[in-house]
């Protein structure tokens, strides 16, 4: 799997490019927008076409998903460890969505339907944590291409039976890397958006991933 995380300021033609992107088979696009706020977000999400959304998770404004028809919601970390205290069991989860759906102001039902997923820097901590989300992003795996002085660590997660997606100088040529070291995907931001040719890059990584799936 390919996640696309969404540059943090807003880049030339973006929206253009991310219907590309979506055509060529992009399946999560994290939403992560942190200078915008509610409204902006709403905004961005309504030059999207509909039949899009459902490809979208959001880091922010989780109420979102009262307006729109979103793929899920994404935790980042301080804020998974506010909401999922480690006193949480794994049978605690679905109390833990329901209070929190609450605080949404929406149905639990709703959440249920829902991809939920949470940001991690340590594998220990994905290891030990306590509510299964639906995967995990891990960083940083190597040197970050849009963070200049966010060293790699070469995280190896071959022990962990969970879906974790390796984030962290994330390129169309290096991704047999992240595969050996047991990551069931990637999350990409700068190898996408600061790239030349991000459509083409894109679809590289995204045949490449699919065809390893396959041969497993």
């Not at 942190?34 to 922010?60: C, F, G, M, R, W």
């Amino acid at each position: 799997m390919v996640v696309l995380i969404a540059p943090e300021n807003d880049v030339t033609n973006e929206i253009e490019i991310l219907h590309q992107l979506f055509e060529e088979g992009l399946q999560y696009y994290h939403l992560r927008k942190p200078n915008k706020d509610y409204s902006e977000h709403a905004k961005y999400l309504n030059q999207i076409d509909e039949k899009h959304h459902d490809k979208i998770v959001t880091h922010y404004y989780h109420e979102l998903l009262n307006e729109f028809d979103l793929k899920g919601i994404h935790f980042q970390e301080a804020k998974r460890r506010s909401i999922f205290s480690k006193k949480d069991s794994v049978q605690s989860k679905t109390f833990v969505l329901q209070q929190y759906a609450k605080k949404l102001n929406t149905n639990y039902s709703i959440l249920t339907n829902k991809s939920i997923s949470s940001s991690f820097h340590e594998p220990e901590d994905i290891e030990s944590c306590p509510i299964h989300f639906d995967y995990h992003l891990l960083s940083p795996v190597f040197s970050s291409i849009s963070k200049k002085g966010y060293e790699g660590r070469g995280f190896d997660v071959n022990h962990i039976d969970k879906t974790i997606v390796g984030m962290g100088g994330v390129t169309a040529k290096n991704l047999d890397e992240f595969t050996k070291l047991g990551f069931k995907g990637v999350g990409v931001l700068g190898g996408i958006w600061n790239s030349e040719h991000p459509v083409s890059d894109f679809k590289l990584m995204n045949d490449h991933l699919r065809f390893k799936q396959i041969k497993k």
